[in-house]
């Protein structure tokens, strides 16, 4: 004999009444093939967070099976672009009727690209870290695009004190005013001749931006280019020795604090007129035990806060 099976969701009535902002599922395992611009399709594995709101405040619940169901879909026989998670939000929604008309979809996975070396032409791998956020509310669409770049940062100050030794020593070694110039050429390519260098760390740089609603695809390589590009000493992947010396060399011409590389992100945001954005900068000191860090918004009303 067939008995139909409970649906509690459905029948049974809740403990306490009232409106809930979110329910759903977190931490879901979840692979997909990821749609970008300037890249072909890529198969990535995320970790997955699939949201309803509940406003119907005597539901007992919402039905966990038919968020994941709509994932797994999206998983399975589609490309994650904008259009597929607006269909999945879609479907989020429509699979609750008179309970829900929020929904969220995100994301976060490490993205693989092919880099190529400063000089030497070698090309290796480097992963990057996506945070992707998809939300309908009530009809409107949006996205939020987070990204993580890893660069190194020289510091200003310290670069200015070791210069300083450097000039010390040179005047302690070279007191004739008749100067050898091959004499101080072989001086210079001596550790005795650079008596220190400036400390730099490894440093990242978050960075979230609104993304118009309507648009038609991803560019999460656009965004990390350009970042890379303003910070000038991206980490590498493959480095043969020339590439180790130029990124020596930019180093050293790119000297900033956390607060000159917040105010470059910053002015290359607002170049690209993005509706809304936030970022925080990151170095994490070989000096101190602490790090420094620096954050910025757009400053839109009801935007991002810092």
């Not at 400390?199 to 280019?225: C, P, T, Y």
């Not at 954050?295 to 806060?305: L, P």
Request: with cysteine; charged share 20%; net charge negative.
């Amino acid at each position: 004999m067939q008995t139909t099976m409970p649906d509690i969701a459905d029948t049974a009535p809740a403990l306490q009444t009232g409106k809930l902002d979110w329910v759903g599922m977190g931490e879901i395992e979840l692979p997909f093939i990821f749609e970008s611009h300037n890249i072909a399709p890529i198969n990535v594995i995320a970790k997955a967070r699939a949201f309803v709101n509940l406003y119907k405040e005597d539901a007992k619940g919402i039905h966990m099976s038919r968020l994941f169901l709509a994932l797994d879909t999206l998983s399975t026989e589609q490309h994650v672009n904008p259009q597929t998670l607006a269909q999945a939000l879609d479907a989020f929604i429509t699979s609750h009727d008179d309970l829900s008309d929020r929904a969220q979809i995100e994301f976060k996975f490490e993205l693989p690209l092919r880099r190529k070396s400063l000089l030497s032409g070698k090309v290796g791998w480097k992963n990057y870290p996506i945070h992707l956020i998809s939300k309908i509310n009530q009809g409107t669409l949006s996205f939020e695009l987070m990204v993580d770049v890893t660069y190194s940062s020289t510091c200003p100050c310290s670069a200015a004190l070791a210069r300083q030794l450097i000039q010390n020593a040179f005047a302690e070694k070279f007191t004739d005013s008749q100067l050898d110039k091959q004499a101080v050429h072989e001086w210079l390519g001596s550790t005795e001749g650079i008596v220190a260098t400036p400390h730099s760390q490894r440093s990242i740089a978050n960075v979230k931006v609104k993304l118009d609603s309507k648009i038609e695809s991803f560019d999460v390589v656009g965004l990390i280019d350009a970042i890379e590009s303003e910070l000038k000493t991206p980490v590498q992947a493959a480095v043969k020795r020339e590439d180790e010396q130029e990124f020596a060399r930019l180093n050293g011409q790119n000297l900033m604090f956390c607060e000159d590389a917040a105010r470059k992100i910053k002015a290359l945001l607002e170049a690209q007129s993005y509706a809304d954005y936030w970022l925080q900068i990151n170095h994490y000191e070989s000096l101190h035990a602490h790090d420094a860090v620096a954050i910025a918004v757009k400053g839109v009303a009801n935007g991002y806060t810092a």
